[in-house]
Each structure stands twice: as structure tokens, then as C-alpha cells.
């Protein structure tokens, strides 16, 4: 990551992502003070570095970030702090890399989410509930499956700010 290229938006992205990993860590939720105030603050900061234009990005980031990640949400595999979280990060990074940033950490989340299955002894009964569930879809349709969403499964959980965060640093060192 090129340090002189790093604006004070990507710099407070940077701090938001990792305050909340670290409370999703520990406490398995990210709070809205964080998230949504976030939010307001980057389009605050758009507004007074760019005018109206510089506050619409901020807005577009925010939406681009929360439309990406709410399928997921809405399907019950992510909490809605999550959702929040990269819409605020949207907010800070603009709309393009707002898409690059749920990119990654949507690859990132796949990774970890492995490992993390994998160390739990949990991949063989991941791997028959991601079947499982595609076989649910496939005749149910796109909808929640009740046994596997987050409120009623019980998988081990992944703090999912951890992926986020690491897509937020991959976005700002990659573009």
C-alpha cells in the first residue's frame, strides 16, 4: 500500500474497518453509532471537500456498498451490521471502489470462512449445508432456508468485519 497515496477518506476507512473488527471480534456485533455514524461523517466530509457533487458520491458509496451485500442479508447469511458497515465504508471510498471493496471482501470472507470451518472441524457439515442449501434454491427459489440462517443455525460464526476489513485494505492498496 503506497502511504502517499492514501487520502484522509481512505485513512478513516482504514480506522472505521478496524474498530469494527475488532468489536465484532469481541463482541460478535458492530454497533450503528459506528456504522451509520460513519456513514453521516463521510458524507459530512464529501460535502465540505466537494460540494453537493463530492456529498452525492459519498451517498452513491453508501448505497453501492449496502445493494451489494443485501442479498446476503436478506437471505440470512450476514448480519445487517456487516450491511452497514460496507455501506459506510461506500460512503468513504466513493462508488467504484465500493464495488472492489464488497469484491473483496466477499473472496476474503470465502477464505477465512473456510479456514475457519476448516480448524473448527466444521468444513465436511459447511460443505453439505452450502449443497444443501443450493438444492433449497433450486427448488424453493431464492429465499432464507430457516435451518441455515444465522438466527436459527448452529454453525461456528464468522466475525465477518475481520473479511471486511481485509477487503478494505486490498481495495485502497489496489486502486
Known amino acids: 500500500m503506497d502511504l502517499v497515496r492514501l487520502t484522509p477518506a481512505h485513512v478513516v476507512a482504514l480506522l472505521v474497518a478496524s474498530i469494527a473488527c475488532l468489536w465484532d471480534l469481541r463482541c460478535r456485533r458492530i454497533p450503528n453509532t459506528l456504522t451509520l455514524g460513519a456513514a453521516a461523517a463521510a458524507v459530512a466530509f464529501h460535502v465540505i471537500v466537494g460540494g453537493i457533487t463530492g456529498g452525492l458520491t459519498g451517498v452513491a458509496g453508501w448505497l453501492v456498498g449496502v445493494a451489494l451485500l443485501f442479498a446476503p442479508f436478506a437471505l440470512g447469511g450476514m448480519g445487517g451490521g456487516d450491511v452497514k458497515l460496507v455501506g459506510a465504508l461506500g460512503a468513504w ?40 442449501l443450493l438444492m433449497f434454491w433450486r427448488v424453493m427459489g431464492l429465499k432464507p432456508m430457516p435451518p441455515l440462517t444465522l438466527q436459527s443455525g448452529s454453525a461456528p460464526r464468522l466475525a465477518f468485519a475481520a473479511p471486511i476489513l481485509a477487503g478494505t485494505v486490498v481495495t485502497l492498496w489496489l486502486h
Not at 471493496?101 to 460443505?127: D, E, H, K, N, S
Request: hydrophobic share 60%; net charge positive.
Open 93 to 132: 471510498v466513493g462508488p467504484a471502489d465500493a464495488v472492489w471493496l464488497a469484491l473483496y471482501t466477499g473472496i476474503a470472507g470465502g477464505v477465512l470462512a473456510i479456514m475457519f470451518a476448516a480448524l473448527r472441524g466444521y468444513l465436511p457439515q459447511a460443505v453439505r449445508n452450502s449443497w444443501s
